[in-house]
């Protein structure tokens, strides 16, 4: 047979896709071909040295986070939108919203080989539970029946009773009480499992874990602490969260300003915060690279009930009166180059039941003639002590608060008239501190970002009655209920209702004046593709490729 | 000589001990609660915290738990930092990369501030003189940011010359630009001292006697001027080694080196005590012994100082 012009370039394309496809590994899903991307690439990408060992349940910040959710995978794994999907989960199953039984995919194993079962949950959970493991993220299986029991301090129970492994493919959990969103959180780091070898030197296990997720350790030892993390593919793994390059190393930056000169030097790949001095140019220096991307967090001015004149009805007012006076739209386009959205309540609008038109959204409004009216009122029915002028209380060791807190401050005393300034705390612990010993002698700005994407998630843990991060000490038995009766509810869908029912009360009360949605501002260098945040601000890392 | 060597010594207990319970006393007295720093945004239960506390000895009073640090010291024993590391990895960690930007820097400032001082000194008022005077003055009135920032972005974004940032390794190479950056300063001021101590000494009597005995101008300057003329400069470089060893935070910063000073800012914004002491006191037996060495360098310099 004669070669045609077609012909040849048909084998040349042949044995292309041979050779790729031979050293892409088991990339056999059809969506990484299209793109023509490089998939053998190793990707450098900007990270934050872990602040505690890599065990799920002792991690609560972004830095480790990061690493857990590819190495690690839980039941279920969060798509860009943050919509749940199963991963290691067959089935999710319940009938009251109380009793759940939980099916495992069968075959998942970690990189040791071992076997995921039920008891790798359990045991990871029960281990997270336990006081006397003192885990930083334990209350997040607060929900589950057994664990006051299990967390009261001093405590020596080691499992919670709510948990019951049925076989290796099969556990039931009971809660404590109804919660129709519980499925939802169980994405969240401090679910993920745990094999065996984990519980018999967690210390070490924390240096080199061992996970089923995405990516695993590319040795021991991978972990250089302060510089960098380097993450391979992990070839056994099947699921949503494939890896579509070579690898993730993870380096360790200091401080953002430093990380984006290497960004538009190409000497790193993805950097996921563009740092505040190069907000205004970041467009400009990396043009198609850049990225703006709505993530579930927000930012917000708690203000505490126990000071004198910020509680009862003269408080109420002064609160709506503040919020009132404050011109979000235009300290976003100003200050933020709109890289923060306006709040229109107390969530996000990433998340699924966000509704931007609840009753009492427009307490949220810059309306200054209406403000300066309710501050009226609230001086009719009691005089401002104008001995206590207020403040607004930031952290000045992370984050450019100053910025945006002074022209909050601005904004009120030009509308208003009155005494406020910003107070700015040396460092975040001595900012804490005050908060949690009642100490706080005004607001406090605080920045929320999701665990895991559900309405309650930005409601419960902040405004609850005597809930962990109830900064202002806000306590409304009406609010609670609807919280609960939420949670109880048959179907997500009619519980996000609830939530937005019990959101109108504190969009009327404001315990805390919500300012301002969170965007992700980052970009990519010239060697990569395929650059996409997730719902909660964090790249996709698996997703990209090289060129 | 040797008693003199063992005097000074034993004299670092002493300083050992107040250093190390005076900056514990300076940590523990920082506002906030440390426990807050390692709970984070969202806060821990009381369980959980009362348990850190515990870990830490954060529980106990300020003397029992400085007397728990200097018992773990005494038995080789550092302890572990907020994130349950040895301290003791972590400074066998950072002190090698901190010590060869020092050294390096300290090299740097040395060579070029003394060379430059010397043909400055020998030339007063000439087009040299004046133009590294006004150099000088330059580097020492802009912040040594402004100029990190500057060298980086023209040297490591534009130029492509090295990378803007220091890798793991801590290569040489890596290395040269922030030590160029931290050791700046240190330079004018070494040029500045070194000339201004040269024109005092070219007109001093030994010199006047050394040139009518027919010695070379090489050998005068060099051997006569230049050696007399360092005694106030290696002060000066003994004292700039400590402070070039713990200062380095900004330059640090700016090149994303994993040293010293960036490891003692961000224990100390942690509040992690057993930490910020740990690395202050290898830092003051570092400034102690820079000191002894100076000492040690007068003698030779100068015959006429002599130690017993």
Redesign the interface.
Same mark, same amino acid.
């Given at each position: 047979m004669r070669y045609t012009r077609s012909s040849t370039m048909l084998s040349v394309a042949a044995i292309a896709v041979l050779a790729l496809s031979a050293c892409g590994s088991d990339t056999d899903s059809s969506s990484d071909g299209g793109g023509g991307g490089d998939t053998e690439a190793v990707i450098v990408v900007d990270g934050s040295e872990?602040?505690?060992?890599l065990i799920p349940t002792s991690t609560?910040?972004v830095g480790g986070g990061a690493i857990l959710d590819l190495v690690f995978a839980g039941l279920v794994s969060y798509d860009a939108d943050g919509k749940s999907q199963n991963e290691v989960a067959e089935s999710i199953e319940t009938e009251d919203a109380q009793n759940y039984t939980i099916t495992l995919k069968e075959g998942k194993t970690f990189t040791n080989g071992d076997p995921v079962t039920a008891s790798s949950f359990v045991d990871a959970w029960n281990y997270g539970a336990a006081?006397?493991?003192?885990?930083?993220s334990?209350?997040f299986f607060e929900s589950i029946e057994g664990y006051d029991e299990a967390?009261?301090?001093?405590?020596t129970v080691e499992t919670m009773s709510g948990l019951e492994v049925v076989d290796d493919q099969t556990f039931t959990v009971k809660l404590a009480q109804p919660e129709s969103d519980w499925p939802l959180r169980l994405g969240y780091s401090a679910f993920y499992p745990l094999p065996a070898v984990a519980f018999e030197d967690t210390?070490a296990f924390?240096e080199n874990p061992i996970g089923n997720g995405p990516y695993m350790f590319a040795s021991d030892g991978a972990w +250089?602490?302060?510089?960098?993390i380097e993450l391979v593919p992990n070839d056994e793994y099947e699921g949503p969260q494939e890896a579509q390059n070579g690898g993730i190393t993870f380096k360790?930056?200091?401080?953002d300003?430093?990380?984006y000169?290497?960004l538009?030097?190409d000497?790193l790949d993805v950097l996921k915060t563009i740092p505040t001095s190069d907000i205004k140019n970041f467009k400009n220096d990396l043009g198609e690279r850049s990225i703006e991307s709505p993530y579930a967090g927000n930012q917000t001015i708690a203000i505490p009930y126990y000071l004198p004149n910020w509680d009862g009805e003269a408080g109420k007012l002064r609160r709506q009166a503040l919020s009132m006076a404050i011109n979000r739209d235009e300290i976003t386009e100003v200050i933020f180059s709109n890289g923060r959205e306006p709040a229109k309540e107390f969530t996000a609008p990433v998340l699924d039941g966000f509704n931007p038109d609840l009753p009492g959204s427009e307490n949220l409004e810059f309306n200054p003639d209406e403000a300066k009216k309710l501050w009226e009122q609230a001086e009719e029915l009691e005089p401002y002590d104008e001995s206590e002028p207020l403040t607004i209380g930031y952290n000045a060791?992370k984050g450019d608060h100053k910025t945006w807190v002074e022209a909050v401050v601005n904004n009120i005393k030009n509308n208003l008239d009155i005494e406020i300034s910003g107070k700015p705390y040396?460092?975040?612990?001595?900012?804490?501190?005050?908060a949690?010993?009642e100490k706080l002698t005004g607001a406090l700005r %605080?920045?929320? +970002?999701a665990d895991y994407p559900s309405l309650y998630n930005f409601l419960g843990?902040i405004y609850a009655t005597g809930a962990? %991060?109830n900064d202002a000490r806000y306590s409304n038995p009406d609010f609670d209920e609807k919280l609960t009766e939420g949670l109880a509810a048959d179907s997500v869908e009619e519980g996000n209702e609830m939530m937005n029912e019990a959101q109108e009360m504190i969009l009327e009360d404001l315990p805390a004046i919500p300012l301002w949605y969170q965007v992700a501002q980052g970009g990519w260098s010239n060697n990569v593709d395929g650059v996409e945040f997730g719902w909660n601000g964090v790249p996709l890392y698996y997703a990209i490729t090289g060129k | 000589m040797t008693w003199y060597i063992v005097r000074r010594f034993l004299q670092m207990i002493p300083v050992f001990l107040g250093a190390t319970l005076l900056v514990y006393f300076l940590v523990f007295s920082l506002p906030g609660d440390a426990t807050a720093a390692i709970c984070g945004d969202r806060g821990c239960t009381p369980a959980v915290v009362a348990g850190l506390r515990e870990q830490y000895n954060l529980d106990e009073p300020f003397f029992v738990q400085y007397l728990l640090y200097l018992k773990g010291v005494l038995t080789f024993d550092l302890g572990t930092n907020f994130s349950g590391r040895p301290i003791a990895t972590i400074i066998a960690e950072v002190f090698p990369t901190t010590a060869k930007l020092a050294l390096m820097a300290l090299v740097l400032e040395a060579v070029f501030g003394i060379v430059f001082g010397l043909v400055a000194g020998l030339r007063k008022g000439k087009l040299f003189d004046s133009s590294v005077l006004v150099l000088s003055l330059v580097v020492i009135a802009v912040p040594i940011f402004v100029l990190g920032f500057l060298m980086q972005f023209l040297i490591g974004v534009k130029l492509q010359w090295t990378n803007p940032t220091v890798s793991g390794d801590a290569t040489f190479t890596e290395l040269l630009l922030p030590a160029v950056v931290l050791g700046l300063v240190s330079f004018a001021y070494v040029l500045r001292l070194t000339r201004t101590s040269i024109i005092e000494n070219v007109n001093a009597d030994y010199v006047r006697t050394a040139t009518a005995k027919g010695l070379s101008r090489k050998r005068v300057v060099v051997v006569h001027v230049l050696r007399n003329s360092l005694i106030p400069v290696v002060t000066f470089l003994g004292a700039d080694l400590g402070a070039l060893m713990g200062g380095a935070i900004v330059t640090e910063g700016i090149f994303n080196v994993n040293g010293v000073g960036n490891t003692l800012y961000r224990a100390v914004l942690n509040g992690d005590g057993p930490m910020v002491v740990s690395i202050v006191t290898f830092l003051i037996l570092i400034f102690v012994l820079a000191n002894l060495l100076v000492d040690l360098l007068y003698a030779w310099l100068d015959p006429r100082i002599r130690y017993a």
């Open positions: 872990p602040q505690n060992p609560n910040e006081a006397k493991n003192a885990q930083l334990s209350y967390s009261a301090e001093g405590s210390a924390g +250089q602490h302060n510089q960098q360790i930056y200091q401080n300003t430093t990380a000169q290497d538009v030097s000497n060791d040396a460092t975040f612990k001595e900012a804490r501190t005050d949690t010993d %605080s920045g929320w +970002q843990p962990g %991060s | -």
